[in-house]
């Protein structure tokens, strides 16, 4: 038992695992996707944004120092950048610095770098007359900044660099919460989908492993079992088709045992009778009583052909059974075939004091594509069978019609008929139902399948006044 309760852990969680693979890692995946695209949008749009703006300004006070003051001699350009280092308004977050052409910075709105030399890229490319922005740590202070440099030119030639520096720290403090919100919500999304798919999948995989061992139950022979269905999706739909299966295999059992001990009753009968006259007729000597003896010869042939009967059902449902019931097709006379079996029990059933009466109807009846050899089987199988179920009504009526374009024979009886809550069951193989008439119970069953074969129909039901009523209808064309 516990090794069945952990092959049962096993294969569940197996199951969640697949879920899980299949269902929650694309979505995580695509959170991630989408959070890192997002992350880097925000921090792009950040910083592209403030170098955006210090490259603005730095070309436009680059613009106006190259064109006022740096033809003017350098007392005049360095006087004028002390006043407007001074008076930049700016000057608490953004530094503004004049670099001279050997890389080291002549007047800053800090005093504390004046006299450095920060040897930064954008520092480089500006004395060489290009434009190029630096975004990485202060050399000197290891501070993470944004520079941008332009060049003072006089008399053509490059005399200076006009420097623009931000530190990134606000910056990169404002991306990380901005990236950090983006993630809790990622976060907080993957969770809500881990929660609804766990909750999801349990309520699917613990229903599943109830309708496996119920299926498991039926399986090892507990036929009939029924599950509780509390579900109204597919899964109740699932455990109603289960439950529709065990009670139709727990039907199904039960009829097969039926049919087993009634055929036993069956061949036992009529073996019982043949092998007590023969032993009779071996060792009593009836040779001098030709009446005793022709009983016993009559008896004996009557089981032998019952015998002949039940072997012939039982060969024909064998070939049901395995797909091998055919036909041989050829031109039939219906109305001749009905009258041969009419012909053929129509004496047996007077010596048992049943009328047969027989009406053929005035119209001339087309001929049929058809097995005659099967079709006469089937009337014989009906008669046969309205003799031992209706022969207390001691009358059974024949006819043969054509109506519309189909052949239609009704065989009915006047005995106490079919009750109405086996008529849905009467003619499933091994079912016998409340009665106690001799027979296998796959008379009809093998009557059903050879019409069905004609692309016809086989009914069975109660006719008005009492007794049941078959009726056969084949078409024509």
């Not at 009939?224 to 109204?232: D, L």
């Not at 008929?417 to 003619?427: R, S, Y």
């Not at 016809?456 to 006044?465: K, L, V």
Request: glycine share 8%.
């Amino acid at each position: 038992m516990e090794k069945e309760q952990k092959w049962k852990s096993l294969r569940l969680r197996g199951l969640r695992q697949r879920w899980i693979i299949n269902s929650i890692l694309p979505i995580l995946a695509l959170l991630v996707l989408v959070v890192t695209l997002f992350s880097a949008g925000v921090s792009n749009y950040y910083y592209g944004t403030m170098q955006r703006g210090l490259e603005t300004r730095a070309q436009a006070l680059a613009n106006s120092f190259n064109e006022y003051f740096m033809d003017n001699g350098f007392a005049s350009y360095y006087q004028k950048a002390v006043q407007s280092a001074e008076s930049f308004e700016e000057k608490n977050r953004i530094e503004l610095q004049f670099i001279g052409s050997n890389g080291r910075i002549q007047v800053s709105t800090s005093g504390l770098t004046a006299g450095t030399s920060p040897q930064t890229e954008d520092i480089t490319r500006a004395l060489q007359n290009e434009d190029a922005p630096y975004q990485g740590r202060d050399p000197e202070t290891g501070e993470p900044i944004l520079a941008v440099s332009r060049p003072l030119t006089a008399n053509g030639r490059v005399v200076g660099v006009m420097r623009l520096v931000t530190s990134l720290r606000a910056a990169d403090r404002q991306v990380m919460l901005t990236v950090g919100a983006i993630f809790l919500i990622a976060l907080l999304c993957m969770l809500l989908v881990i929660i609804s798919n766990l909750l999801f999948i349990n309520n699917v995989v613990e229903p599943v492993a109830v309708v496996t061992e119920a299926a498991k139950r039926i399986s090892t022979g507990s036929y009939g079992a029924q599950i509780e269905n509390h579900y109204s999706d597919e899964l109740g739909e699932l455990v109603d088709n289960i439950n529709d299966m065990s009670l139709k295999i727990s039907q199904n059992e039960k009829m097969k045992s039926e049919f087993i001990s009634s055929v036993s009753h069956e061949l036992r009968t009529p073996l019982t009778a043949i092998n007590g006259w023969g032993e009779t007729l071996l060792e009593a000597g009836l040779t001098d009583d030709p009446e005793q003896l022709r009983r016993g010869l009559r008896v004996i042939v009557n089981e032998s052909r019952r015998l002949s009967n039940m072997v012939e059902e039982l060969l024909d449902f064998s070939k049901m059974e395995d797909g091998r019931f055919t036909l041989q097709v050829e031109e039939v006379d219906l109305q001749a075939e009905l009258e041969d079996a009419i012909f053929t029990y129509q004496e047996l059933f007077r010596q048992d004091g049943i009328a047969l009466e027989y009406h053929p109807g005035d119209a001339i009846l087309p001929m049929l594509s058809g097995d005659p050899e099967r079709l006469k089987q089937v009337f014989c199988n009906v008669l046969d069978n309205a003799a031992k179920h209706g022969g207390a009504g001691r009358r059974i009526d024949v006819s043969i019609a054509l109506e519309g374009a189909a052949q239609v024979v009704r065989v009915r009886d006047y005995g106490p008929g079919v009750p109405e809550a086996e008529l849905p069951f009467i003619k499933q193989k091994f079912y016998k139902g409340t009665s106690k008439a001799r027979g296998s119970g796959i008379g009809l069953a093998v009557c059903d399948e050879i019409v069905r074969l004609h692309r016809g129909e086989f009914f069975i039901g109660n006719a008005d006044g009492g007794g049941a009523v078959v009726t056969i209808k084949l078409p024509v064309g």
